[in-house]
């Protein structure tokens, strides 16, 4: 079992920026394959970016640009840094974590631990 804990969601103005945070044992030695998704109300959870153990950074399309996923290894917290947020970024953001250490997708259904998520919600 691997328990994460999600924090740093809020209200922002359109234009402005926050840093999620999702900390859990194992965090930051790119030994699983860990990412980001988020859940707009009456839509369906989708990926928003994913850092493997071993290879490239992947960025949902809308994202690109705006967001940056990382870690810190001290700490065992992986960030999302999200700047330039929109109304269309609103949602219940959700870290998660595979069992392997590379990422095969954005797909919810290929990652098996989940954190409880955190709320952002972008106001213009």
């Known amino acids: 079992q691997l328990d994460l804990v999600e924090s740093g969601g809020g209200s922002v103005q359109a234009g402005g920026s926050l840093r999620l945070s999702c900390k859990g044992p194992g965090i930051g030695y790119r030994r699983y394959c860990v990412g980001w998704f988020r859940q707009a109300p009456g839509k369906e959870r989708e990926g928003v970016a994913t850092l493997p153990g071993v290879g490239p950074v992947t960025y949902e399309e809308s994202v690109k640009g705006r967001f940056t996923i990382f870690e810190d290894s001290a700490k065992n917290v992986l960030y999302l840094q999200m700047d330039s947020l929109t109304s269309e970024d609103t949602g219940m953001y959700y870290c998660?974590?595979?069992?392997?250490?590379?990422?095969?997708?954005?797909?919810?259904?290929?990652?098996?631990?989940w954190g409880q998520g955190t709320q952002v919600t972008v106001f213009s």
């Open positions: 998660a974590a595979r069992t392997e250490s590379y990422c095969s997708s954005l797909s919810s259904a290929d990652f098996r631990w």
